[in-house]
Nanobody, 125 residues
Framework: QLQFVESGGGLVQPGGSLRLSCAAS????????IGWFRQAPGKEREGVSC????????YFAASVKGRFTISRDNAKNTVYLQMNSLTPEDTGVYYC??????????????????WGQGIQVTVSS
């Protein structure tokens, strides 16, 4: 089972920014495509963004395109999700995940045991 340490969540006002970090624990992040998913209250978990191992391929859901960016620093074993111009609709628990496939058209569901523990993001005035 892959393990992650997620950080950077919290409460932010609409229009604000947050940067989420996903650090691998006990495995080499560079060996995997990495994705970010989120689950809003009362809704299903959805794929938000992903980045391939080489960083050549990225994906963003339509709802976040132009506002979120994703990057990885394999030397630090960490992937980042920069979230700008946040709206209340971005509120939810954000999860990073590995052992999936990142394509321009979308991110696959990760295999069992490849999820982070999740971190809360709340956008509210």
């Amino acid at each position: 089972q892959l393990q992650f340490v997620e950080s950077g969540g919290g409460l932010v006002q609409p229009g604000g920014s947050l940067r989420l970090s996903c650090a691998a624990s006990g495995f080499t992040l560079a060996d995997y495509d990495i994705g970010w998913f989120r689950q809003a209250p009362g809704k299903e978990r959805e794929g938000v963004s992903c980045v391939s191992r080489s960083s050549r391929t990225t994906y963003f859901a339509a709802s976040v395109k132009g506002r979120f960016t994703i990057s990885r620093d394999n030397a630090k074993n960490t992937v980042y999700l920069q979230m700008n111009s946040l709206t209340p609709e971005d509120t939810g628990v954000y999860y990073c995940a590995a052992d999936l496939t990142c394509r321009v058209a979308g991110v696959s569901w990760p295999n069992f045991g490849s999820w982070g523990q999740g971190i809360q993001v709340t956008v509210s005035s």
